[in-house]
């Protein structure tokens, strides 16, 4: 099974400064999905991006962008000019494709602060 | 609905009782995914349904747990005799096709 493995259980950022989350992954599929899910004390998971595993070129979404590094299995968050609505867990998950289950793999999420 | 809702938000049941969680998805949204979310942990994958038929069900833990959508939309994750251990949230999403899905708010169930 696939593994997604999230290093950090807790970030910290200045408000209007610069963080990026960690995630590393484990998969002998060469076609997948990658994606960054926001979770506020709602719980409601919030899609923030998403990355397919075809395209070289990484995505973004506003102050949100991914480093897909596709050999190292890594795919890293950057959130630009964090703002207090920032703060919430984010976790990292892996879709396989279609044909193979279609589930999603999470990893454990890292716990975002931003500081006033 | 606008979004999927999950009923009840909360629930509190004795060690050994029967469950119900219901899972209301987006309208038109064909696939639907139940999801069980441990205190510290990531979403772990129960089960997923295409329409009606659970196209995936690896992920459901024992015989105690079951899922079941009969028109192809409301789904409810029923557990039976009920164990400490299943206290967690219980989360479902919706897709149209499969895709990425769109979450509820969870059900947080706690078993005393």
């Known amino acids: 099974a696939q593994t997604v493995t999230q290093s950090q259980p807790e970030m910290s950022v200045q408000e209007a400064e610069t963080v990026t989350l960690s995630c590393t992954y484990d998969?002998?599929?060469?076609?997948?999905?990658l994606f960054w899910y926001k979770q506020p004390p709602s719980r409601q998971m919030i899609l923030v991006i998403r990355?397919?595993?075809?395209?070289?070129q990484n995505a973004t979404e506003n102050r949100f962008s991914v480093n897909f590094q596709k050999a190292a299995k890594s795919f890293s968050l950057k959130i630009s000019d964090s703002q207090l609505g920032d703060a919430a867990m984010y976790f990292c998950?892996?879709?396989?494709?279609?044909?193979?289950?279609?589930?999603?793999?999470f990893g454990t999420g890292t716990s975002l602060t931003v500081i006033p | 609905g606008a979004g999927v809702s999950q009923t009840p938000s909360n629930k509190v049941t004795e060690k050994g009782k029967y469950v119900e969680l219901r899972c209301d998805p987006i309208?038109?949204?064909?696939?639907l995914y139940w999801y069980r979310q441990s205190l510290g942990q990531g979403p772990e994958f129960l089960i997923y349904?295409?329409?009606?038929?659970?196209?995936?069900d690896s992920g459901l833990p024992n015989d105690r747990f079951f899922a079941v959508r009969p028109e192809g939309s409301v789904s409810t994750l029923k557990i039976q005799r009920t164990e400490r251990g299943d206290s967690a949230v219980y989360l479902c999403a919706s897709s149209l096709t499969g895709g990425t899905g769109t979450f509820g708010s969870g059900t947080r169930l706690t078993v005393v």
């Open positions: 998969t002998s599929e060469s076609d997948y999905y």
């Open positions: 998950a892996y879709r396989s494709p279609f044909n193979t289950g279609n589930q999603f793999y």
């Open positions: 349904f295409q329409g009606t038929g659970a196209a995936d």
């Open positions: 309208s038109g949204h064909t696939a």
């Open positions: 990355q397919e595993a075809y395209k070289q």
